[in-house]
């Protein structure tokens, strides 16, 4: 091949490149976009849990989707057949809530790391913390006529078809301390947002 071939041949080439890097580029989410729209999902799927509607909180997750918790490791359909079901129901309604939240996103992966709180019943917070239960402690963590919880989760969030689906979360939770009791009982008094 001739050298001024040669040259256009690579000028087309490079041409060609640099037209796909840029629709590449383009369709990735705009990352302040990608933040307001996870924390609408999380906030949707903190009112999905106190409403206990399972359907809306399958719109959040991707069909693969894993959780860990103190129950262990499930997929997202395990999980909500098993363990969700009797979580929702022991959450008093309208006392769940996200009190921090910190998303970093990096094109089509984001990563949302929260703290929670949520007001569950006595015999609720029994169950979830067996043998570790201790009454004199959760007597400190009253709250919004439940027992108080305090938790730290994880999500991993992708962008998939457009929309931000959750691919893991990983959370745990303990009784509220003194301090958190007094500090988090108006959040968990207060009506759902």
Known sequence: MPRKQFSRACFGAGVVAMLLAGS??????????AKQQITAAIEGLVRASQNNDMAAMDK???????????????KWSEYKERHL???LATIAKA????????IQVWGDTALATYDFVIAVKPEAARAA????????A???????????LYGKGTAVFRHINNEWKVVHVQA???PM????????SPALAAPPR
């Open 24 to 33: 590449a580029i383009a369709q990735a989410p705009n990352p302040e976009q």
């Open 177 to 184: 301390k003194p301090a958190e009791t007094a500090r988090f």
């Open 172 to 174: 745990t939770g303990r």
């Open 60 to 74: 959040y997750y991707a069909p693969d989707a894993t959780l860990i918790d103190s129950s262990g490791e499930s």
């Open 85 to 87: 079901r009797d979580q």
């Open 138 to 148: 959760a007597k400190t963590s009253e709250v919004a006529g439940g027992i108080g």
């Open 95 to 102: 006392n769940h809530r996200v009190v921090a939240m910190n």
């Open 129 to 136: 913390f067996g043998e570790a239960f201790n009454p004199a």
